[in-house]
């Protein structure tokens, strides 16, 4: 990443917990992506220019971008009663200290399914837009 955006990742565990998610759909493969989450935790991102917003599958979760060099920053679900999110731990500085990655199939889930899951899985995520 080019370091236009601050990424904050609060969690419950030490960051040598946490076995990262890699996704088996063909955006997340084709960009190497693993996630990181702990729903107890919080996800903050912050960039001067709004995020890029680019949607996959059913249009349910929104990835968001790095306004300058592009690359996938988190995937997030915003939605009217809570806002979840999953960091793309490729871009922590600690990436070198969490566990293996565990492939998991997110396309085998429906609708109702996903969210659920979400909710379950993903940190609660803050996006700040500002200098
Ligand atoms: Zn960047």
Redesign the pocket.
């Given at each position: 990443?080019?370091?236009?955006?601050s990424i904050q990742f609060y969690s419950p565990k030490n960051i040598t917990a946490y076995s990262p998610q890699k996704y088996d759909c063909q955006y997340c493969m084709q960009r190497c992506i693993d996630y990181l989450s702990d729903p107890l935790g919080q996800i903050s991102l912050a960039s001067c220019s709004p995020f890029l917003e680019e949607k996959q599958g059913f249009g349910q979760a929104t990835f968001l971008l790095?306004?300058?060099?592009?690359?996938v920053v988190a995937v997030g679900y915003i939605g009217k009663d809570f806002s979840v999110g999953s960091l793309n731990a490729t871009h922590l500085n600690e990436v070198d200290k969490v566990q293996r990655n565990v492939v998991v199939s997110p396309k085998a889930l429906d609708r109702t399914e996903k969210i659920t899951r979400w909710r379950e899985l993903w940190s609660e995520i803050l996006v700040v837009v500002k200098c």
């Amino acid at each position: 990443m080019c370091g236009s955006v601050s990424i904050q990742f609060y969690s419950p565990k030490n960051i040598t917990a946490y076995s990262p998610q890699k996704y088996d759909c063909q955006y997340c493969m084709q960009r190497c992506i693993d996630y990181l989450s702990d729903p107890l935790g919080q996800i903050s991102l912050a960039s001067c220019s709004p995020f890029l917003e680019e949607k996959q599958g059913f249009g349910q979760a929104t990835f968001l971008l790095c306004p300058s060099c592009q690359g996938v920053v988190a995937v997030g679900y915003i939605g009217k009663d809570f806002s979840v999110g999953s960091l793309n731990a490729t871009h922590l500085n600690e990436v070198d200290k969490v566990q293996r990655n565990v492939v998991v199939s997110p396309k085998a889930l429906d609708r109702t399914e996903k969210i659920t899951r979400w909710r379950e899985l993903w940190s609660e995520i803050l996006v700040v837009v500002k200098c």
